[in-house]
T-cell receptor, first 108, second 116 residues
Framework: LAKTTQPISMDSYEGQEVNITCSHN???????ITWYQQFPSQGPRFIIQ???TKVTNEVASLFIPADRKSSTLSLPRVSLSDTAVYYC?????????FGTGTRLQVFP | ETGVTQTPRHLVMGMTNKKSLKCEQH?????MYWYKQSAKKPLELMFV???????ENNSVPSRFSPECPNSSHLFLHLHTLQPEDSALYLC???????????????FGPGTRLLVL
């Protein structure tokens, strides 16, 4: 099972771009990388998923280098409502391991 | 609204009580999951059901008993719980549970359980 490592917390201000990097050194060939967002007392919510290079949707971008041993979630122009915990996950759907995630605090 | 509902949203029970948590998904998914999230701890996967068959049980104590009567409903039966079982219990569903692709999981709002 691929283990992930993320910063425990990050601070930012409204309007800034936030980049959260996740390390997954033992990622398997078939593993996808998925990021979830969780607000207090709610279930996690899917943000973005990728396998390699770059993926972009209306919420975020995901950058994955060629060796796939890390990935970076990029949130453009964050707002106060982006304050949440962000989880990076790799591996099979029925064996996902949610780590402690990265607690992002956005200030006015 | 993710298409996954959970009831009740809050539950207080004594250690001798028997209660059940219910999860329902309206997404046509074939896999359902129970997670436990204790205060300041990561989510812990408890049970996985695929096409109504249990495929994963992560060494969960027998005082937690899951039931999946069909692909849309999932229950977690609770009996003789301990105070340390107090947590947020989250249900999730996905189109499938395995294979080459990591399927997106859709989570319910959770049931906040307090065991006295």
């Amino acid at each position: 099972l691929a283990k992930t490592t993320q910063p425990i917390s990050m601070d930012s201000y409204e309007g800034q771009e936030v980049n959260i990097t996740c390390s997954h050194n033992n990622i398997a060939t078939n593993d996808y990388i998925t990021w979830y967002q969780q607000f207090p007392s709610q279930g996690p919510r899917f943000i973005i998923q990728g396998y390699k290079t770059k993926v972009t949707n209306e919420v975020a971008s995901l950058f994955i280098p060629a060796d796939r041993k890390s990935s970076t979630l990029s949130l453009p122009r964050v707002s106060l409502s982006d304050t949440a915990v962000y989880y990076c996950l790799v591996g099979a759907t029925d064996k996902l391991i949610f780590g402690t995630g990265t607690r992002l605090q956005v200030f006015p | 609204e993710t298409g996954v509902t959970q009831t009740p949203r809050h539950l207080v029970m004594g250690m001798t009580n028997k209660k059940s948590l219910k999860c329902e998904q309206h997404l046509g998914h074939n896999a359902m999951y129970w997670y436990k999230q204790s205060a300041k701890k990561p989510l812990e996967l408890m049970f996985v059901y695929s096409l109504e068959e249990r495929v994963e049980n992560n060494s969960v104590p027998s005082r937690f008993s899951p039931e999946c009567p069909n692909s849309s409903h999932l229950f977690l039966h609770l009996h003789t719980l301990q105070p340390e079982d107090s947590a947020l219990y989250l249900c999730a569903s996905s189109l499938a549970s395995g294979g080459r692709t990591q399927e997106t999981q859709y989570f319910g709002p959770g049931t906040r359980l307090l065991v006295l």
